[in-house]
């Protein structure tokens, strides 16, 4: 049923036009990633754009790290809500367990998923990918696949719900009771309006700087949002797909900072 779509390396004049079509933000020599000290987040404001992310397949990648501390609770990598207050599409870092990866779609959980040779207190990257198509959806981690299954009849719906980098809403209420911060780094954000095929998330966690230089053109139209975190910043992250979800930075700002690190 899957096809293969045309995503090999390329290079040349269509990239050149392409980024020179783009409004990409001054890059800072040094600066590869957003750190958050928990009780601090980023929102992308709902709009219609963003809802439409969800009508047909899709993409989702995550680059960060955790850091040393052991949490008593989950901490969210990144987070859709819903209507309801619930998380119609989610990814957490479990609660007191550094192995552990959870998954929620359509406000149901997708999966608990205890990560051989994870511990989210060490100071590395990992690359985490959700993909979707026809309703089969795939969870891979660092590059391998952890889960493929289909759920029948999915309708993702965010409703009148924002989106949430490094923390979540709880219910009752739309957008409210932030909670659940993530603490450590975050590399990379993207979301595409395509799936990604087994060997192309392979490709992306083996080489997460890699996008600019190996992706024609054609492959980048189906980039729907990314923020590189590669630019201190003092109130937003642009979003450099030209698509305007820039993630206003929200909480305790004094506990936001940059760092040199990043995915390798």
Not at 184 to 213: C, S, T
């Amino acid at each position: 049923m899957f096809q293969r779509l045309n995503k090999g390396p390329a290079c040349g004049l269509s990239i050149l036009l392409w980024l020179a079509g783009c409004s990409e933000p001054s890059v800072e020599i040094g600066i590869n990633s957003i750190v958050l000290g928990g009780k601090c987040y980023l929102m992308v404001a709902n709009c219609d754009s963003l809802k439409e992310m969800f009508k047909a397949e899709f993409s989702i990648e995550v680059w960060a790290a955790g850091d040393t501390s052991k949490p008593d609770s989950a901490r969210t990598l990144i987070m859709f809500g819903n209507d309801a207050g619930g998380d119609e599409l989610a990814i957490y870092r479990g609660a007191k367990d550094s192995s552990l990866v959870q998954v929620y779609i359509d406000d149901v959980l997708f999966g608990n998923y205890h990560i051989g040779g994870l511990d989210w207190r060490k100071p590395v990257f990992h690359h985490v990918c959700l993909t979707q198509v026809d309703g089969y959806v795939s969870f891979y981690f660092d590059g391998e696949l952890i889960d493929y299954r289909l759920i029948n009849g999915l309708t993702l719906d965010i409703g009148s719900s924002n989106m949430l980098i490094g923390a979540d809403y709880d219910p009752p209420g739309v957008n409210a009771h932030v909670g659940k911060y993530w603490q450590g780094k975050i590399d990379e954000i993207r979301f595409w309006r395509r799936w990604i095929d087994a060997d192309e998330v392979r490709f992306h966690a083996d080489h997460p700087d890699k996008l600019l230089q190996h992706y024609s053109a054609e492959n980048y139209a189906a980039l729907f949002g990314i923020w590189r975190f590669n630019a201190e910043v003092s109130d937003f992250v642009p979003d450099e797909s030209g698509n305007g979800l820039n993630a206003a930075l929200k909480g305790d700002l004094k506990k936001i900072s940059w760092s040199e690190a990043g995915a390798e």
